[in-house]
T-cell receptor
Framework: NAGVTQTPKFRILKIGQSMTLQCTQDMNHNYMYWYRQDPGMGLKLIYYSVGAGITDKGEVPNGYNVSRSTTEDFPLRLELAAPSQTSVYFC????????????FGPGTRLTVL | QKEVEQNSGPLSVPEGAIASLNCTYSDRGSQSFFWYRQYSGKSPELIMSIYSNGDKEDGRFTAQLNKASQYVSLLIRDSQPSDSATYLCAVRYGGSQGNLIFGKGTKLSVKP
């Protein structure tokens, strides 16, 4: 099992550009999450999904969009990138049981200049 | 506003000592509490979870929960340089989605 994988590992964007951060998990988990982590800060929830076709906003959704067409994939779309979106982005997934562990991907380090 | 508060540190302890990490939370209805370890440049990994008042031990790690005081802590006994990392406290708040709120983390440095 690869667990949770994310691509790319690093990316530099110019202001106003758009991109998609990819996240895939092979554990057949229903729940998937996107977090951002700014330096010296904890994780902030951007969007989450409870299953294919179902997504909802987290704490900091502005400037992002998501889709969940399959159980495995949960891409995060950035439209009109802004410097405030410079951060490390983590994707996570967990199984059905409420207190199941969240497994994290390796992260994508994004810089917007 | 649901919040999870941690002392950002850095907390520095000598090798072999006990490291004590603390966390307070604002949502009195929270039921589940987690400690994640994050090495620099890496993703968080779960090291402890606790759901009931009292202590839970796993090897050199002990999690302590006091729901009346809205306080959860992590003790690391016989600290090793390899324990040097940022420790994130996470609280699962109410609702069926099981979403977590994370504290900002405490940076621990264990000196040889």
């Amino acid at each position: 099992n690869a667990g949770v994988t994310q691509t790319p590992k690093f990316r530099i964007l110019k202001i106003g550009q758009s991109m998609t951060l990819q996240c895939t998990q092979d554990m057949n988990h229903n729940y998937m999450y996107w977090y951002r982590q700014d330096p010296g800060m904890g994780l902030k929830l951007i969007y989450y999904s409870v299953g294919a076709g179902i997504t909802d906003k987290g704490e900091v959704p502005n400037g992002y969009n998501v889709s969940r067409s399959t159980t495995e994939d949960f891409p995060l779309r950035l439209e009109l990138a802004a410097p405030s979106q410079t951060s490390v982005y983590f994707c996570a997934s967990r199984g059905q049981v409420l207190n199941n562990e969240q497994f994290f991907g390796p992260g994508t380090r994004l810089t917007v200049l | 506003q649901k919040e999870v508060e941690q002392n950002s540190g850095p907390l520095s302890v000598p090798e072999g000592a006990i490291a004590s990490l603390n966390c307070t939370y604002s949502d009195r209805g929270s039921q589940s509490f987690f400690w994640y370890r994050q090495y620099s440049g890496k993703s968080p990994e779960l090291i402890m979870s606790i759901y009931s008042n009292g202590d839970k031990e796993d090897g050199r790690f002990t999690a302590q929960l006091n729901k009346a005081s809205q306080y959860v802590s992590l003790l690391i006994r016989d600290s090793q340089p390899s324990d040097s990392a940022t420790y994130l406290c996470a609280v699962r708040y109410g609702g069926s989605q099981g979403n977590l709120i994370f504290g900002k983390g405490t940076k621990l440095s264990v000196k040889p």
